[in-house]
């Protein structure tokens, strides 16, 4: 296993710490993860609707504020990209956004206020098809997101509905834009 919790550290024998591999080594235990950073900037920003009120304020149900909540807690720690095999075997970060920026459009596409869709952009450009849901990356999260299930696995559903079935193509065209 090449990353192990501290709290499962058998202590009382030598510890291996040793640099992330998925980016350029620079020197010791430092890489260079600047790429992360740019990837960031590719994705589509929060664009919320209009207020619904005069006072500028929103409603939003509490189910739906509760579903994006749990990926704020991302530290970019950036653990998932790093054992994530499309990233750290294959070296595909020119084609696949990995697991943190799936968690990162999984709340902004799941938030109740945002009218964006960034589905053309995860199908083509982020690569969410890379992704087979080998779950490595929810494993080693230290903010114990289910990264795969809550958010890589809704977002290609999302994917499949918008460029895959015809039928829910056809209703969104008939749907107003903010429900998401
Ligand atoms: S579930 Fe997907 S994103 Fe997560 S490590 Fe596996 S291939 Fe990478
Ligand atoms: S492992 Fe968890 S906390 Fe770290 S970057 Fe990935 S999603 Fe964020």
């Given at each position: 296993m090449c990353m192990t919790r501290l709290s499962d550290l058998p202590l009382d024998k030598p510890v291996t710490l040793e640099p992330m591999k998925a980016f350029p080594h620079l020197r010791d235990l430092v890489t260079d993860v600047s790429w992360n950073f740019r990837v960031k900037k590719k994705i589509k920003p929060f664009k919320p609707r209009p207020p619904d009120a005069p006072d500028g304020t929103w409603r939003m149900a509490q189910a739906d504020v509760d579903r994006v909540q749990e990926f704020?807690?991302?530290?970019?720690?950036?653990l998932c990209q790093n054992v994530c095999h499309v990233l750290r075997?294959?070296?595909?970060h020119e084609e696949f956004i990995g697991p943190r920026f799936l968690v990162y459009a999984a709340a902004l596409e799941m938030h109740p206020l945002d009218t964006e869709d960034r589905t053309e952009e995860l199908r083509q450009a982020h690569g969410i098809g890379y992704c087979n849901i080998t779950k490595c990356c929810t494993k080693v999260c230290p903010e114990e997101i289910t990264i795969t299930d809550n958010a890589i696995i809704p977002l290609k559903e999302r994917v499949v509905d918008n460029f895959y079935d015809p039928l829910g193509k056809l209703v969104k065209l008939f749907r107003p834009k903010a429900q998401k």
């Open positions: 704020r807690k991302c530290i970019e720690c950036f075997e294959h070296q595909k």
